[in-house]
């Protein structure tokens, strides 16, 4: 059995998951998706970088509700959250991924 470690709400085991390449398809909607995580807040956990064979999206935790470990890097995670698209500048300044083509705002995180 894997190691989880939830960060936010829990994710639900019985939720569809959808590929994060499909999740530009499903702007505002709430979705639960996976990936690696190739980069993470180094000042406080408060976004990560998520990545599968196709897609880079950008992960930020709801209202800055919760924090991920800013050790992430390399994890699979799980991620519960609401489709965004792409930043809207409103949270972290510093938040950044040079192949972004969505950003979801999560209410949840597991890690393993």
């Known amino acids: 059995m894997k190691d989880v470690q939830t960060f ?7 939720a569809a998951k959808i590929a994060l390449a499909d999740a530009s398809k499903h702007k505002g909607e709430k979705v639960v ?3 690696r ?3 993470v807040c180094q000042e406080r956990g408060c976004w990560l970088a998520l990545k599968d064979s196709e897609t ?3 992960v930020r935790m709801h209202g800055h509700s919760f ?3 800013t050790t992430s890097s390399g994890k699979h995670a799980r991620v519960a959250g609401t489709v965004m698209l792409m930043k809207d500048g409103k949270e972290c300044d ?3 991924a040079a192949n972004a083509q969505l950003e ?3 209410t949840g ?3 393993d």
């Open 56 to 58: 880079d999206a950008m």
């Open 8 to 14: 936010g709400a829990k994710i639900d085991p019985a």
């Open 94 to 96: 510093e938040m950044e």
């Open 109 to 111: 995180v597991e890690l």
């Open 104 to 106: 979801i705002d999560a």
């Open 33 to 35: 998706t996976e990936g």
């Open 37 to 39: 995580v190739t980069k």
């Open 67 to 69: 924090f991920v470990p």
